[in-house]
């Protein structure tokens, strides 16, 4: 498939984004005002933006640590990719119920998988099904922990600048308890998070004031960190790259000073620290590989007795799933999985 022609954006398409990146629920009042724009204006650019493909969705960044579950990185290599291979994975893990994210890469691992879970019989469950349905394929396979990460706010389109939080230090409580009507009501917010409470209600069945009444308590409770945005940044010209590294012994003073660099590194988009085959990975969005290589060597170069090694997967496609599928009692058909061919 061809890629489409880089889109170009105003200073009033980047005071839009900037706004639906830091609350993507704002009323387009507010974001009017903010942009300098009328309501009915800021309606027909975000329109176009979405139609555009920049907008992949209005998302919620989730507290894993207060839903009381683990987030997990799986990595497969294959022997093979017979055809229609690429299109039964996207079936399988956008329908699974527990898969947030999966993409094809190009390097070490050909298939990276985000998922959830809540005990170790939720990952073994996992494991099983996955190899037992391609286990054939798979040559190699590793899986991660998350033990700490964080999102970084889309600078290069909306001038934002700094983390959208630090997962795990920003959060203090336990685990919250929620109802059946919560998870529905996630499931729909991270649909769409601009979803209106009258949406949301015709869709469950529920009073909008009912609605009204569970998303402000998640909010109190923490069930997410942020109603934001996720943006195609391949429709602003930028190639998607994910860096793994293995790091020497991280002091909490190391730990810190490589923390602070990377929350002020503009090209990356989300990092985070593993237990697993390797210590820590770096989401990168860059014009070229040559602006790769670049940062890459000033990250070596700031921390020369950090870094051990390193490798880079090039994504090659990438798709978010609904990870409270199941959760929320909600099948997801086979007609709703995108197309993953490539």
């Not at 493909?53 to 207060?66: H, I, K, S, T």
């Not at 879970?117 to 394929?137: I, T």
Request: proline share 4%; aromatic share 12%.
């Amino acid at each position: 498939m061809e890629p489409k022609d880089e889109l170009k954006l105003d200073i009033k398409d980047r005071k839009i984004l900037a706004q639906l990146e830091l609350d993507s629920r704002q009323p387009l009042s507010a974001i009017g005002k903010k942009a300098g724009l009328s309501k009915a204006g800021v309606s027909s650019r975000i329109a176009r933006i979405e139609k555009s493909g920049l907008v992949d969705r209005f998302n919620l960044e989730l507290n894993y640590a207060a839903l009381g579950t683990t987030n997990y990185r799986y990595y497969f290599k294959f022997e093979s990719t017979p055809p229609g291979f690429e299109q039964s994975l996207a079936e399988y893990l956008y329908t699974h119920g527990n898969v947030r994210w999966f993409c094809l890469m190009q390097g070490q691992w050909d298939l990276v998988v985000r998922f959830f879970a809540a005990d170790d019989a939720e990952l073994s469950d996992f494991e099983n099904s996955f190899m037992e349905k391609f286990g054939k394929q798979v040559k190699s396979k590793a899986y991660g922990v998350n033990l700490f990460g964080t999102n970084h706010r889309c600078t290069q389109l909306t001038g934002n600048e700094g983390s959208y939080y630090r997962q795990t230090r920003s959060y203090k409580g336990g685990r919250i308890r929620l109802t059946p009507i919560d998870y529905c009501i996630l499931f729909r917010l991270y649909e769409n998070s601009r979803a209106s409470l009258r949406e949301i209600a015709e869709k469950e069945g529920l009073s909008a004031e009912t609605v009204a009444y569970h998303v402000k308590g998640l909010g109190k409770k923490q069930a997410f960190f942020a109603c934001s945005v996720r943006f195609n940044r391949s429709r602003a010209g930028y190639m998607g790259a994910k860096v793994l590294l293995n790091l020497q012994y991280l002091t909490p003073e190391k730990r810190e000073a490589f923390l602070a660099y990377c929350d002020a590194t503009p090209i990356l988009s989300h990092y985070l620290l593993l237990r697993g085959p390797w210590d820590a990975e770096l989401d990168c969005d860059v014009k070229s590989p040559a602006e790769l290589y670049a940062a890459l060597r000033k990250i070596r170069n700031r921390f020369p007795d950090l870094i051990r090694e390193f490798s880079v997967l090039t994504k090659i496609k990438e798709y978010e799933a609904n990870p409270f599928a199941s959760l929320a009692g909600k099948r997801i058909s086979k007609s709703e999985v995108p197309d993953f061919s490539v």
